[in-house]
């Protein structure tokens, strides 16, 4: 049966002077076949996640794998422990800011000047060894430096130590108040239809710091290096993924139930679970690339009801939000409806009804498709 | 018909050295009767009562009243506008921590001092006046204190120079993740089934801080001081609740129709509606004594699912929660449920699944009765 | 020589349902004598009490002391922990706004029973023995309660427990911008002068929920109840103070020594140090009542310039801070002065240059008087 | 004389609805001449700019000027008012995280589009016209945007708007406890002696979202696109600075004083000042360029005494700060010296004692030179 090797790897240290860790769940197989990643909580009050791999580890004592599943559950130590009034402030660093997912390492640079090394035999599995080893290298340099790094970029790189061993790569989010929904690269469009979630965002090649980037950006780019330099497409088969599990603040530990089965579905595809022979659900999946992803921003400022509801679909000109001005409650101006700007599918809303103007009410898909 | 006089009252100055104010919508009615004063918004996350506010505006353009409505949303213009994350910080003065809801005042001295004053010919009207009169000149005195107070207490004390003038006072809130429910001062017991409000905390004559305690208290001890004076029951007909609108960070126009027909039923059995008929709503309403009102505080920190839901009745050692430990999700430990200690209703729970231990987990009736 | 002892007590459970502890360092001398307990910052952002015990553990470690000295630094693992930005935000809960510092148990009626219980032979040391432990079965059912207690309430009895044994107990906090000062209980006026703290304030026997209160009230209250009862004034030799060390945010070593030096001044005195002989220094000691010990809240809001420092010596009129006003620039309402309402001296000051009305500006010595 | 028009922009609304707005003060000389922008607190916390503003105005009452002069103190009227805590959280919006400064608008291509449009004879005040008209236009369709456009990005392009007229922009900012400084990008290197300023940073064309390089950059490189077109050198006499005024969260009338008669000198060299012949001071500066500006980063959290003081020079090895870490204070790691890693200056310190690891503990200029 499957092995479990739990250990706990430091991350920061608080003002306390004590280590803050993260719980490492390892399962190995019997079998050799693919690495696994997936980590929760990187935001502190997205926790769903760690439920969904509450409940994967009840299936992984009991379902052989092959290869490795590597389960990093609240792999954010600081951010989950930031309260600000009764919610917890879990997006970004409180003292500077920084969004606890934006720091992972990228560099365009290298991955070309490794390209260079590669010569045209070298098989595959070769180049996929030497990658990671001289990515973790990089990782290393970074964690190294003399003048020491900002605490998020520290966190960020000390999991992407990790994450970067992996074939398959996902990472557990909440939107505010919203609807399931998983970021896919262009290129593993076809494993979109594998998990059971009806939201699907296809990104480009384009590095913005999060780990689902970190891991397919250098190895689309490698790909089409090698690609491009031996004339035959290469595969790497290396895939990641941003799976948001509903709203944060929330568990469930049913719902969690469900979302585990849904990833249990994408591993099985993937060779991971010899024995399994779950299916992915036939569902409904709309799909948008990343540029019609869009969020509307306030123009004003008040007190919110959010009529429509994550998932639904809204034609242009509904009304997508009412907005109330204490100022006005006598007169027509006391309320002021916000329009769809454009046929859309609500995905997530700002999860306060108190807004200054210039607030993300709505992050919307526009100019979906089915999948 | 009614006439609508609105302005503005300045009760703080921000940072930039900018007054921030209420608004005071005032309807004035064409025959005189009792004076009713409405607020909504002291904790700046507990919108709700806003929406009832612009709803009862709705009604009072065409409903004629006798004497006057004074309206107060969005009373608390500093506490609406702090935000950390993307909730509202809106329970206490973010600088100290000091609780919105507990400035007002109240003294015991004075209101034994002041029945001195009255002797066994003075009508009632005159007593009610006189007292008014002086107790504004205590708020007043407050008020201009040559060190200064405290902006949370000089916002109270503005407001309450408002209130004292009325015969019925509500003041609108929202529990965290709640029902509805309401604060009922003993006295006032059969006005709790005047309210479409399920649930009703009977309130002691203690003060703790609070605008309902501020207005009752002074009230109740007078009534007791004249009564045994004289030897025969005197009533004042003052009467002051909390009401508590459902959660906080939510609105819903529709709710507010019905929160706001639930107070019209009151005023109107208190005489202020002469036009209306509305009645109470036939429904079940369950009450406590305020120390049958109960605060369950968690023991450990982790993460929950809230699995009683806000109103549901629990028996005793049903689960009310279950939390999730990180570090041990691999072991029976994973998980911890929280029982219920007797029999419940499960009036509010804690809007956030990341919790320390001895946070708030629920509030919950017990030894509850049905009215 | 002196045996060191050193342990840590479990106070609270994070998100992350990781245990968070105190250290305790628990020097026990060869010979009996009374009890030391010294804490420090129970308001996160106070962080030179560390410095200052540090230094003590110094000289403890050579210096043979006659009972227990027990050190308790960082008293307070959440408080420490809590940013809001760069700034720690240590003074309350931030989840609640509850002040860290108000939390301990005094509950007159059990000290009138306890009372009761001592007949006219019982010794002083017996009624002390009997007392703590009637005190601390108290603080251990309320520790117990079945439906929990407050993270800031459990965290303070926790160090009660320990504190309540002690003779001497020394609070060590800081001011927002302060120079250094102490809250001496009026029984203990003596030992005011043995600490080398220029500015003292005598406190009555008034419990408002800190730590020295909660201490010195209980004693006070037996004392004045057995001496009465006996008709001759008993003394069961407990202090307990508050002792301000200059300003919150920031640390010095070299003023650590100080303080600690001045620290060990008293227990000489008080003959916990039997080799020592240091003396206090011969200096100028401000003292005040607590009535007398005023706040300034601003009447208005803007930026300040904080004119008088902390310790200055300010005389009726004189300007304390300048506060400007950005929409005024090129009128004479730009800037406005903040007069000395009386005679005074500054004692701390609120440490942002931005605040609202309602700010307490300065806490003031007024009526001051010489030692 | 010189005409003073006095306005307000609003740049935001509030979530009660109310509009908040940043006065604006431009003073109109009776000769024309360049136009000068200045602004103060983008980021909340950092005041003393608005003295500085204030005492520019007392000047510019009397001292006749060229052109226009337009000061906007107070610039952020959202992160002033923002406080957690005694402190303003005035650096990043606190519902996302935003740097307050990152926001302004600059597009590479539009630049390189623009200067196809410029044909060899145009003059250089016509194409300064144009490009401002373009480039003015290019903010408009930003703000004017369908979905909306984020708070402080929005913020930021409006202040843009009025900067981008100017031909000399100075954006007034603080340190956390700092000496002052000052950004200066490399073409305008000799102006930085104009400026009684002791330390200097020279700016590559590297646009990282802040006003001073929304500025200098796109003149930057239309300036470099021209003059390699013409084959000569061109000057748009346009150049942008940001000053740090000291350290946040305090303010000096003195020094503001000070501090504006440095900007006097500089605007007297341009030629604003027809009547002025304020010389700069005779001082040593010390410049780095801004690769040699190093961040120091801690490896270990814990309580920091800040032993190098902003404007010091530290040797390599020696001491620049003492870490405490509470739970060994008995023994030699009770303490822990972080030291110098080369010869530098400390420009600035984190202003609290509290760190956790990953915190910016000093900013340095190494490899820097005397101007």
């Known amino acids: 049966m499957n092995k479990l090797f739990k250990e706990h ?7 306390s002077g004590r280590n ?9 197989g019997v079998k050799p076949g693919p690495k696994v990643y997936i ?9 769903q996640g760690n439920v969904v791999i509450y409940q994967l580890i009840q299936w992984l004592k009991t379902l052989p794998i092959c290869g490795e599943v590597l389960l990093v559950p609240n792999c954010n130590p600081v951010g989950t422990n930031i309260k600000a009034g ?26 070309h000047e490794f390209a260079q090394s ?25 964690l190294s430096e003399t003048w020491g790094i900002g605490l998020a970029q520290h966190l960020n790189l000390k999991l992407q130590q990790l994450a970067f061993d992996a074939d398959y790569v996902l990472d557990l989010h909440n939107g505010p108040v919203s609807t399931r929904h998983i970021y896919v690269p262009e290129y593993a469009k076809v494993s979109a239809s594998l998990f059971n979630i009806p939201h699907v965002i296809f990104m480009p090649n384009v590095f913005s710091g ?8 250098p190895w689309w780019l490698l790909t089409d290096l090698v690609s491009s330099k031996r004339k035959v497409p290469v595969d790497f088969e290396v895939e990641a993924f941003t799976l948001e599990m509903g709203s944060q603040e929330v568990i469930s530990f049913k719902d969690g139930e469900y979302d585990a089965k849904s990833i249990l579905t994408y591993l099985t595809a993937k060779g991971c679970l010899p024995g399994s022979s779950i299916l ?40 997508l939000a009412r907005v ?8 027509d101006r006391a309320t002021t409806d916000i329009l769809a700007p454009c046929d859309l599918v609500a995905i997530l809303h700002f999860p306060s009804a108190s807004v200054l103007s210039g607030t993300q009410l709505y992050k919307c898909f526009t100019e979906y498709f089915e999948l």
């Open 118 to 142: 590669i010569d045209d035999e070298e098989s595959i599995q070769s180049i996929k060894s030497r990658f990671r080893l001289k990515m973790k290298q990089q990782l290393q340099t970074r």
């Open 280 to 319: 992915p659900e036939n569902m409904s999946r709309k799909a948008v690339t990343l540029n019609h992803y869009k969020t509307l921003f306030t123009q004003q400022g008040g007190i919110v009801e959010y009529i429509a509801k994550p998932g639904d679909l809204v034609k242009k000109d509904q009304v």
């Open 20 to 28: 803050m860790n993260v719980p490492l769940y390892r399962f190995v």
């Open 210 to 217: 999060a780990l689902d980037e970190a891991t397919f950006c």
């Open 324 to 331: 109330l001005n204490v100022d006005n409650l006598d007169t």
């Open 86 to 111: 009764e919610y917890t402030l879990g997006r970004f660093d409180p003292v500077n800011g920084t969004n606890w997912n934006r720091g992972y390492y990228y560099d365009d640079a290298f991955i």
């Open 39 to 47: 980590q929760s909580s990187i935001h502190g009050a997205e926790v």
């Open 9 to 15: 790897l430091v991350v920061a240290q608080n003002a």
